[in-house]
């Protein structure tokens, strides 16, 4: 006789390719196909099956993967196409399994938590709500949504909170956000984005200069920073700047690195490798739209906070992040100017900023960022 699902877990990025939650969400799934029945819905673009196999991970649990036709570089038209496919095979996945609870995340947003919000009411399952980031807001900052159109997405997503039975978020600017929609007073766990960053790498010997590895996307200041090495170089500036990954702006990116001799672009590495990349450099760079930071958090930082950075975070004073980099001194900001970032940099080169107050010990906050405390926290919302 078929056997019901314990927990099915969805997130359309996951492991190998995004080493973060993904690697996450597969030590959840690994510890709890011990005593229970795990099934993992994602998308897969890199052969998971075969990865899998190799690095003999994920024993115990089933997983459902989907052909995934775009990624972080692609269009918007694109990704929101492939996000309906994968709302379809979420469908077909959940009643493939019959979950008894259900984790799902802002990956894709709004419309795959939606078709589980309606799954879970007619079925009567129970199901996390991990706002990743907070929609269709943040997709709003991208681009700008008809009127009409984002009332409605809203209405959708308010319905998905409303119905869940845990909502899990980033930090407390993000709950104060959603806290706004709700009807009646819920409890709202905030949980931190994991590291992936081997402790080790934090004690290595740093050379002055900046790294940034993550997404170089539509959010990441980039225009704003090209012209700013090229503006630094210009008057004379020496420092390095080691960029790693993909998204819209890699290309251009690559570009800068041929023609600025202070610029190198690794490309799009394995979690270690950018670890170990941002670990070689004293400063990481933290550029992002000031708006976004109400819906999002930059999911680099933990990250970059374990490899023993000093972070530069380049956007508005006022911003969750400008707050969180000052309240644990971690690292400074700059307003997002031409001038302003190039004067930083320049007060860096020359050793005339005071960083004495930034904590390179952050064994607290090492703590927090523990893959280990992020899986326990999850589950412990779950169960």
């Given at each position: 006789m078929f056997k019901r699902y314990d927990l099915v877990i969805i997130n359309r990025s996951f492991w190998p390719v995004y080493p973060v939650i993904g690697e996450g969400l597969l030590r959840l799934a690994e510890n709890l196909s011990y005593s229970k029945k795990v099934a993992v819905i994602m998308q897969d673009h890199a052969n998971i099956k075969n990865h899998l196999k190799y690095s003999k991970r994920g024993l115990g649990v089933k997983f459902f993967p989907a052909w995934a036709f775009s990624n972080s570089s692609s269009g918007l038209i694109k990704r929101i196409l492939d996000s309906i496919f994968f709302m379809f095979w979420v469908l077909f996945c959940l009643i493939k399994t019959r979950p008894k609870n259900i984790y799902v995340s802002t990956d894709p947003p709004i419309l795959v938590p939606f078709v589980v919000a309606i799954f879970?009411?007619?079925?009567?399952?129970?199901?996390?709500?991990?706002?990743?980031?907070?929609?269709?807001?943040?997709?709003?900052?991208i681009i700008k949504l008809n009127s009409y159109l984002f009332k409605f997405l809203k209405k959708i997503d308010n319905f998905t909170i409303q119905h869940a039975n845990s909502l899990i978020t980033l930090n407390e600017e993000m709950k104060i956000e959603i806290e706004s929609r709700l009807k009646v007073k819920k409890e709202i766990k905030i949980i931190e984005n994991p590291s992936v960053i081997l402790n080790t790498f934090s004690k290595l010997q740093k050379k002055k200069g900046f790294s940034f590895t993550g997404?170089?996307?539509?959010?990441?200041?980039?225009?704003?920073?090209?012209?700013?090495?090229?503006?630094?170089?210009?008057?004379?500036?020496?420092?390095?700047?080691?960029?790693?990954?993909g998204g819209i702006f890699s290309e251009q990116?690559?570009?800068?690195?041929?023609?600025?001799?202070?610029?190198?672009?690794?490309?799009?590495?394995?979690?270690?490798?950018?670890?170990?990349?941002?670990?070689?450099?004293?400063?990481?760079?933290?550029?992002?739209?000031?708006?976004?930071?109400?819906?999002?958090?930059?999911s680099k930082i933990s990250s970059y906070v374990c490899a023993g950075s000093k972070i530069l975070s380049i956007c508005g004073e006022n911003t969750s992040v400008a707050k969180w980099v000052k309240s644990n001194k971690v690292g400074i900001t700059v307003n997002p100017k031409i001038e302003e970032v190039v004067d930083i940099f320049f007060k860096i080169e020359k050793n005339i900023i005071d960083t004495t107050f930034i904590d390179l010990d952050r064994k607290e906050l090492n703590k927090i960022f523990q893959m280990d405390t992020f899986v326990k926290n999850i589950k412990d919302k779950i169960f």
């Open positions: 879970s009411k007619f079925m009567r399952v129970n199901y996390v709500y991990h706002l990743q980031d907070i929609h269709p807001e943040a997709t709003n900052t997404n170089l996307g539509r959010l990441q200041l980039v225009p704003l920073l090209i012209d700013v090495i090229n503006e630094y170089e210009k008057k004379g500036g020496t420092l390095e700047f080691a960029f790693a990954g990116i690559y570009k800068l690195s041929k023609i600025n001799s202070l610029v190198t672009y690794h490309g799009l590495v394995s979690s270690i490798e950018a670890a170990s990349i941002a670990s070689k450099y004293e400063w990481a760079l933290v550029p992002i739209e000031d708006q976004i930071t109400r819906y999002t958090f930059p």
